[in-house]
């Protein structure tokens, strides 16, 4: 049962444009939330992270939205580069529990 | 400084056959994660390790075995392979529960 969904495998943008990710989760005990992004042949690195206490966190060209209500996250990027292709992971977390569950990833292509 | 060290790389198997996955980590972390990625899964939680001498089942235990050998080291072993485990095997550690993993470069394992 996924409770973490990234319903978009892929996504298609134009290098200086915005790129907008989705995730939604089903668990409304989950209260922590995490971006990684992966590149081929590598293991996921850490991209930003967004607490429940907050709806918004930035850093640099990532920012992170937080719809409690909705039980949506997003990740926008913005101006999207070339070196931003990848495949973006959300990951979610509840305190009762501890450790994180993922989303199924999606497939960002930046071009020229 | 290395991070988080997986071996092998690659490794085929036939089925029945044994094999660990070795993971170490220089970066004096408690908590250690053996995750596996399939398509269109995003990344599951075969076991974790919240500290040395404790080991608990993640979402999808069943097949493996892990050892806490010292704080460094974390071990995945499959007793007998199956197709079903051909996947892309990620060690990961974090500081402490619930916050950024550091992951290694990945053990693309395919049984045949």
């Known amino acids: 049962d996924q409770q973490v969904k990234q319903n978009s495998p892929s996504l298609s943008v134009q290098e200086g444009r915005i790129s907008i990710l989705n995730c939604d989760y089903t668990n409304s005990m989950f209260d922590y939330f995490l971006w990684y992004k992966k590149y081929p042949a590598e293991g996921p690195t850490f991209l930003i992270s967004?607490?429940?206490?907050?709806d918004k966190n930035e850093d640099g060209r990532f920012t992170v939205f937080l719809n409690k209500s909705a039980k949506h996250l997003s990740l926008h990027i913005v101006p999207s580069q070339p070196g931003d292709s990848a495949v973006y992971f959300c990951?979610?977390?509840?305190?009762?529990?501890?450790?994180?569950?993922f989303g199924a990833g999606t497939q960002v292509v930046v071009t020229p | 400084n290395a991070g988080v060290t997986q071996t092998p790389k690659f490794q085929v198997l036939k089925t029945g056959q044994s094999m660990t996955l070795q993971c170490a980590q220089d970066m004096n972390h408690n908590s250690m994660y053996w995750y596996r990625q399939d398509p269109g899964m995003g990344l599951r939680l075969i076991y974790y390790?919240?500290?040395?001498?404790?080991?608990d089942k993640g979402e999808v235990p069943n097949g493996y075995n892990v050892s806490r050998l010292n704080k460094r080291e974390f071990s995945l072993r499959l007793e007998s392979a199956a197709p079903s485990q051909t996947s892309v095997y990620f060690c990961?550690?974090?500081?402490?529960?619930?916050?950024?993993?550091?992951f290694g470069q990945g053990t693309r394992l395919t049984v045949v």
């Open positions: 967004i607490s429940s206490i907050k």
């Open positions: 990961a550690t974090e500081a402490s529960l619930r916050t950024e993993a550091f």
């Open positions: 990951a979610a977390s509840a305190d009762s529990w501890g450790k994180f569950q």
């Open positions: 390790s919240a500290s040395e001498g404790t080991t």
